[in-house]
């Protein structure tokens, strides 16, 4: 009786450790890729609420802050032997809630050895937005990006 209370015990904790982790698993948001690879290229991609930047920061791109202003950055980079390069492109996107798909206007942005694109955009409350991007590098077919975030306003 003693054993199998034992191995009782055992298949219950068991169990229980499983199903906590299991229901940990599903309480923890999924995380958003910030790259894809296409060959020797990779598009970067990030969003942000733009009250992150310092009022500086935001000044001197010409950045809107707010608590429900948000900055998508994008940028491209190509392995070429033991060097990673900044690549010059066009970037197209949109960006949607559940009804309304609005376009994103990018801007290029150039520093030392970085090349980036921009695009700000607002919401209205705690979202969930459908990116979808058209990257074109070197007269190449465009490099489709589409991501899912969930948006928080800066409370």
């Known amino acids: 009786m003693n054993f199998a209370y034992r191995v009782f ?7 229980l450790l499983c199903f906590s982790a299991a229901s940990q698993a599903q309480e923890t948001p999924p995380v958003t890729a910030t790259s894809k ?12 609420n733009t009250s992150f930047l310092t009022p500086q920061v935001a000044r001197s791109y010409g950045i809107v802050r707010g608590k429900n202003k948000f900055l998508i950055n994008v940028s491209v980079r190509r392995q070429s032997g033991p060097d990673n390069i900044a690549l010059r492109a066009t970037i197209n996107g949109t960006q949607s809630d559940l009804i ?22 607002a919401i209205s409350n705690d979202e969930r937005r459908d990116f979808r991007l058209q990257v074109n590098v070197d007269d190449k077919p465009s490099y489709d990006v589409q991501f899912i975030k969930m948006l928080y306003v800066d409370k």
Request: net charge negative.
């Open 37 to 48: 690879q296409f060959g020797n290229d990779t598009v970067h991609f990030s969003v942000l």
């Open 100 to 121: 309304h798909r609005t376009p994103l206007d990018f801007r290029e942005v150039i520093e030392q050895d970085a090349i980036y694109y921009i695009a700000e955009f």
């Open 9 to 15: 015990s055992a298949i219950s904790l068991g169990l």
